[in-house]
């Protein structure tokens, strides 16, 4: 059995979400994995927010997340200013950030008194994309969905938050809704038809845009 290649050809990115919370014990078990995964220089500069709260949830959803834009004028952007009155296919929204659980890995410095003279910054970086990589085979472990969100707006986070001073990555974590059966599907606030995301795509649709260009074997490693 190969367990982590398994796992892996088992995912999607989870966008929408059913009403099942994770327990603790599998929401301390991935966040201990995450811990445990290797820091450059060991120099520890992140940390990682946990979050149930609505508000937050919803302040990403709506105001700091989503990408608005015509293809004709320079395609999405987020979190761009647009008219009352815009066409809700001009707004894709990102409900990774709509999870039961939100974890949000944060810069906040080196921890290493050994260390001195870097640019922690660019460490803190490659740390949470290990730290989350290691949180998610967890989760697959754990047989809990996520989603990844990356489109977002780092800073405004850690000030919203008042925690860090840069936000780099978000994992939203729970059990997927049921996929159904197209690629776009409507986001609707209170009755009203406000943007679109993408829906779960079942594994086996292997030709949507997001999946189709993953480089076979021969073309992704390169031999000495």
């Known amino acids: 059995m190969e367990l982590v290649k398994d796992l892996l050809e088992s995912r999607i990115t989870t966008k929408w979400w059913s009403d099942k919370d994770i327990s603790n014990d599998d929401l301390n078990y991935i966040l201990e994995c995450a811990r445990l995964a290797p820091s450059p220089h060991g120099v520890f500069t992140t940390s990682i927010f946990v979050s149930r709260d609505d508000t937050y949830k919803k302040w990403l959803h709506e105001k700091n997340t989503y990408c608005y834009g015509k293809p004709n004028e320079g395609g999405f952007k987020r979190a761009k200013i647009h008219p009352k009155d815009y066409n809700p296919k001009n707004k894709r929204y990102n409900g990774q950030v709509n999870a039961p659980v939100i974890l949000t890995w944060l810069y906040t410095g080196n921890r290493n008194p050994l260390v001195t003279n870097r640019n922690f910054y660019d460490d803190a970086k490659v740390d949470a994309l290990i730290s989350s990589s290691y949180a998610s085979i967890a989760a697959l472990e754990r ?63 292997s030709n949507t845009p997001g999946r189709k260009y993953r480089p076979k074997m021969e073309d992704y490693i390169i031999w000495d």
């Open 143 to 205: 047989k809990i969905d996520f989603g990844f969100c990356s489109c977002m707006g780092g800073k405004e986070i850690s000030e919203f938050l008042q925690v860090g001073q840069d936000a780099l990555i978000i994992m939203g974590l729970g059990y997927k809704d049921n996929y159904k059966g197209n690629y776009r599907r409507d986001v609707i606030k209170n009755g009203k038809n406000v943007g679109w995301d993408r829906d779960n795509m079942p594994k086996e649709m």
